[in-house]
């Protein structure tokens, strides 16, 4: 299959929180992400196609918010390398260009090298 991505994708060193909006619970920790979508880290299995509006802690030292809101959807859920954990990919549904330029600054500053 061809990859469509147009950012590559690139851990991070910084796990932020990600939570979902309407409930508040504790979805799981952010592996990666791009301005288009994200993979997080979860200790159960998350639905695919499920709507959600993920928000997403920040560091300090990246800006002067605390969180992202970014409507998402799920596209693909599977077993971590960890079989405790489950890997969860997210399409981003609308963002802001100030979204997409915290996300950018997000990868280059905490990425792996």
């Not at 994708?9 to 909006?21: A, E």
């Not at 791009?34 to 802690?57: F, N, Q, R």
Request: proline letters at 5%.
């Amino acid at each position: 299959m061809a990859e469509k991505r147009k950012f590559p994708r690139r851990d991070l060193i910084f796990y932020s929180r990600v939570s979902d909006g309407m409930t508040g619970r504790v979805l799981g920790y952010l592996l990666n992400i791009t301005p288009e979508g994200a993979m997080i880290l979860t200790e159960k299995p998350l639905e695919v196609d499920w709507e959600v509006e993920l928000h997403i802690e920040l560091p300090d030292e990246l800006s002067d918010l605390r969180e992202m809101v970014i409507p998402a959807r799920s596209r693909w859920c599977q077993a971590d390398i960890n079989p405790e954990f489950y890997d969860v990919g997210f399409v981003f549904l609308t963002t802001t260009e100030e979204y997409s330029a915290l996300i950018l600054r997000l990868v280059e500053e905490f990425g792996f090298r």
